[in-house]
Nanobody, 123 residues
């Protein structure tokens, strides 16, 4: 089974950078697509970025394209989200997710989830 745990959240100012990391169990990690979602206060969970099982394809929400970069290291069973030029609208709890093979944007189609890590961007 796949177990996920996020880390790296914190408080930053507008324009600064922050890197998030998701550690996955060793089992079948390489067969799974990975993604980051986020959920702000009183909002629905929304898609942020995803990467295919072998790292060959990526997908980004328009709101983060050009600022965020998702990557994975299957040797270390980790996926990262490098966030640059952060803005207050990026404030949310960020969740790591996994599903078998295919990339998707709908939260309900992802099988495994971490507990989330809080990112707060001040003005």
């Amino acid at each position: 089974q796949v177990q996920l745990k996020e880390s790296g959240g914190g408080l930053v100012q507008t324009g600064e950078s922050l890197g998030l990391s998701c550690a996955a169990s060793t089992g079948i990690f390489t067969n799974y697509a990975m993604a980051w979602f986020r959920q702000g206060p009183g909002k629905e969970r929304e898609f942020v970025a995803a990467v295919s099982w072998n790292g060959g394809r990526t997908d980004y929400a328009d709101s983060v394209k050009g600022r965020f970069t998702i990557s994975r290291d299957n040797t270390k069973n980790t996926v990262t989200l490098q966030m640059n030029s952060l803005e207050p609208r990026d404030t949310a709890t960020y969740y790591c997710a996994a599903r078998y093979f295919q990339l998707r944007r709908t939260p309900g189609e992802w099988e495994y989830w971490g507990q989330g890590t809080q990112v707060t961007v001040s003005s």
